[in-house]
């Protein structure tokens, strides 16, 4: 089994309502999303997935979130948007990519908060 990894970046502002702490209040994060693809066949180069696709895809994913207040965004609309939110959303947009078509399949999203703190969702 191969595993491969990629990291993206953005940056966004959030708060989390109706918890008791500084995070209650507007603050904003340089998120940091991590994408695990793993799968057993590579294909004729050698490759489980090209590196550069992974990213590309990912990118496009975040950029909705990107310099953004994310409580304002329809997806959050009913769910506080904390790390473990955003790992469920971007994992499940990530999976629907066609470029999960074939045999390498998304395993987990993993979303950094901050350099010591992060959430990884998987199924
Ligand atoms: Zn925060």
Redesign the pocket.
């Known amino acids: 089994m191969y595993e491969i990894e990629v990291k993206a970046a953005f940056e966004a502002a959030?708060?989390?309502d109706g918890y008791a702490g500084k995070?209650a209040r507007l603050?904003g994060?340089n998120w940091e999303v991590k994408a695990v693809v793993a799968g057993e066949n590579l294909d004729g180069l050698g490759m489980l997935m090209d590196f550069r696709i992974l990213k590309a895809e990912l990118k496009k994913v975040l950029e909705e979130y990107d310099h953004r207040f994310l409580n304002e965004l329809p997806q959050f609309a009913s769910e506080n948007p904390t790390a473990e939110n955003l790992a469920r959303q971007i994992y499940e947009r990530l999976k629907s990519s066609e470029i999960f078509a074939g045999a390498a399949k998304l395993k987990a999203v993993k979303v950094c908060?901050t350099p010591g703190s992060s959430v990884t969702y998987h199924e």
């Open positions: 959030h708060f989390i995070c603050h994060h908060e």
